[in-house]
């Protein structure tokens, strides 16, 4: 048996990169091809992922994806598969966003193979960058293809992108009834909309098409921002697709057809919850799920595993968005709890099973479920995975509060390299259940209110302190012990315990990126700078060294719109917790005006907010509270008129809790609540940089 640990797939988790899951990956080369079968006996479906690192921490590209017929060219613009329009409704392709890896970041993208349309001769893998921005600005440019068993087969590096703004990675297409793989590299400098036009795409301008798409999301005033404007009474508009706007005195005729949109579009919010018909707050809302009678962890474990399983089985978009990145196909799918399956003398009983039915054939993974912050043990799910490759299922999926790290297993699996049937084994927190359940229900949408209601039920229910789906919740034993050592100045480099520490607060961290992208609908990510290829072990080793040197826990977040990256502070000696920004000086003007017009942005921002005055070639500059520069913005500028102000750095100060667990006093509950309040109360009141200044940044290598 071939045993693979990682995580679910979606933003913010922590997985092994999947050139790095072990067994024979075929290096390609570009112009060259190899038959997937040749490769795989599991590769009716696949995961590809597209990898790169930012040397600033800020650069990012864009997954697309087109099915192309035998002319090579779409059959209609639904064939066109991008962040507006990321799911195909046969399930043979669905974008799963991006996860973080050790030197980067990864887009994954899940193929369904026996899904696709017969009439599709060729599937493109490409990307795109945005704001002016070439690929020449990023490193290490990779594609990867994994089989359905997590098993990387290939991998293709790209060195030469130059000043391209799009790149076709590679193309899968058939021959004959098999598939095959081909490493193109081919760069466009005409960026997402030129290479979409190019195989048939009818793209709508940008800026046509947010006139369009603000005049009618004003008028519609949908719940949800994925679903598409209406133009006619009962007319279909495809996801990811806005009405052409009318030609000049034109208003009166039809309308042309619905246009990809390469505009991302705006998150809408929900709207707001409506008046109680209560008489009073004592009366409680019937749930379809009630909570309070669970009083055992055992309860816990049944009542949550069920619960899950039965909304993934009757909400399609939801059961295969947690499925798809496990190597499931798209199919009919059911759940099932309790199962009894024969193991020697004694029949173990998983907490759940999930079989997809597809053209005939099952994709089967077995489930163990833990709640309220207990440890999977090693033996049952050794016991799973013996169980699902003697009975020739693909996985085992554990589910429990805790957060996988990549290098650092939640149990150790052996692996039976006799047996021929290969099981992957996945790690599912509860907190990414619920960040994937978020983003449906209040950024996404579903396909009817009865889903909507049920990944509603399902949400309440995993945020109910009653059900013990609250995620990691708990810094562990080291934390009292090296919290002290820091202190009185006892604690050695090499301690194990600063480890352990590091481990949990990298863990806090991911989970954090999972909350706050829900809230926002808006991709959260911790930024990572090791170089490719570096032990994840080696990193957390040297951290923790710096831990006992400094008493400092740190992080950086990267939030999508915001106008540069999130730095996170725990400083263990003072007991403080530091949230700050650096924005970058506008390219034009003068730096008295920049100064009030950040002062005016700021003007519902706390008091004690610190902003400091970045000068090039200095460690700092004139620094003040905003409470005492708002009736002198001039406060914040250099004397001398000869140095260059680079930006600004804004910065909020909170008092860290000390204990280990979630509790108010808590420190994984004082972090996660500075962060919020930094965000809410200064991040979003600031201008996101221009595209003439965001390249900018890039190429001067800050950030």
């Known amino acids: 048996m071939t045993a693979v640990w990682s995580g679910w797939l979606g933003w913010g988790s922590q997985v092994p990169e999947l050139g790095d ?27 590809v992922g597209l990898r790169w690192v930012s040397p600033t921490g800020e650069g990012d590209a864009d997954v697309s994806v087109l099915l192309l017929d035998a002319n090579g060219k779409v059959r209609s613009d639904s064939d066109f598969y991008f962040y507006n329009n990321p799911v195909a ?35 493109v893998v490409a990307a795109s960058r945005y704001e002016g921005a070439g690929f020449g600005e990023l490193e290490d440019l990779k594609m990867t293809l994994a089989d359905g068993g997590g098993e990387s087969l290939l991998g293709f590096a790209i060195d030469d992108a130059g000043t391209v703004s799009a ?68 007319q279909q508009v495809t996801p990811g697709l806005v009405p052409a706007p009318r030609p000049p005195g034109d208003e009166a005729g039809p309308r042309k057809a619905a246009r990809p949109r390469t505009a991302k579009k705006k998150v809408t919010v929900p709207r707001v919850a409506r008046k109680s018909l209560a ?87 077995l489930v163990e479920t833990k709640t309220n912050g207990n440890a999977l043990k090693p033996e049952q799910v050794q016991a799973y995975a013996d169980i699902a490759a003697r009975r020739g299922y693909e996985a085992v999926i554990t589910l429990s509060n805790d957060v996988a790290l990549e290098g650092s297993p939640l149990v150790d699996v052996k692996i039976d390299g006799r047996r021929k049937h290969k099981v992957a084994l996945w790690h599912l927190s509860w907190a990414e259940v619920t960040h994937q359940a978020q983003m449906l229900i209040r950024h996404e949408g579903v ?24 995620g990691f919740q708990n810094m562990g034993a080291a934390w009292v012990p090296v919290r002290n050592g820091i202190d009185d100045e006892t604690l050695c480099q090499g301690d194990p315990r600063a480890l352990d520490v590091v481990e949990s607060w990298e863990r806090l961290i991911r989970q954090m990126c999972l909350s706050l992208g829900g809230e926002l609908g808006q991709k959260v990510l911790p930024v990572q700078r090791a170089k490719r290829g570096a032990d994840p072990r080696t990193r957390r080793s040297l951290l923790a060294d710096q831990l006992c040197v400094d008493g400092r ?48 942005r700021l003007a519902e921002a706390p008091a004690d907010l610190h902003i400091e005055t970045l000068i ?31 930006g600004f750095r804004l910065s909020l100060f909170k008092s860290m809790g000390s204990s280990r667990g979630n509790a108010e006093s808590g420190f994984i509950r004082s972090v996660d609540d500075a962060v919020h309040r930094f965000y809410t109360t200064v991040v979003v009141h600031l201008d996101r940089p221009t595209p003439r200044q965001a390249s900018a940044k890039e190429r001067a290598g800050t950030g």
Request: aromatic content about 6%.
């Open 21 to 47: 899951l072990g067994g024979f990956m075929h290096e390609m080369v570009k112009g060259s091809n190899v038959a997937l079968a040749a490769l795989s006996e599991n590769a009716g479906s696949v995961i």
């Open 89 to 123: 409704a046969d399930g043979s392709v669905q974008l799963l966003g991006k996860t973080p890896t050790e030197s980067g970041d990864e887009d994954r993208i899940s193929f369904d193979l026996t899904a696709v349309p017969s009439g599709i001769d060729r599937i």
């Open 167 to 234: 790149i076709i990675f590679g193309e899968l297409y058939r021959r004959g009834e098999e598939w095959k793989f081909r490493a193109v590299g081919q760069g466009y400098d005409t960026g997402l909309a030129g290479l979409a036009a190019d195989f048939g795409v009818d793209i709508d301008d940008d800026a046509g098409a947010e006139e369009a798409l603000s005049s009618t999301e004003s008028s519609e005033q949908a719940d949800t921002a994925v679903r598409a404007p209406a133009v006619e009474q009962e």
């Open 279 to 365: 008489d009073n707050e004592s009366w409680k809302q019937a749930r379809l799920f009630p909570v309070s009678v669970l009083k055992s962890d055992r309860d816990r474990e049944m009542r949550a595993t069920s619960v899950l399983l039965s909304v993934m089985a009757q909400v399609p978009e939801f059961g295969r968005r947690l499925t798809a990145a496990f190597g499931a196909p798209s199919g009919r799918m059911e759940t099932f709890t309790e199962v009894s399956l024969p193991h020697g003398d004694t029949p173990r009983r998983p907490d759940g099973v999930v079989r997809v039915e597809r053209a005939g054939k099952l994709w089967t993974a």
């Open 447 to 470: 396909g009817d209110k009865a889903h909507a209601w049920l990944l509603q039920e399902l949400l309440y229910y995993l945020r109910h302190e009653n059900s013990g789906c609250h």
């Open 553 to 600: 826990l740190q992080a950086e977040l990267r939030i999508e719109g915001a106008p540069g990256i999130l730095a996170i502070s725990a400083d263990l000696r003072t007991g403080k917790l530091r949230n700050s920004i650096e924005i970058p000086a506008p390219e034009q003007g003068y730096p008295l005006t920049w100064a009030k017009r950040l002062i005016r």
């Open 616 to 646: 090039e070639g200095e460690t700092g500059g004139p620094r003040g509270t905003l409470e005492r520069l708002r009736p002198e913005p001039a406060d914040m500028l250099p004397k001398s008129n000869d140095t260059h102000i680079t």
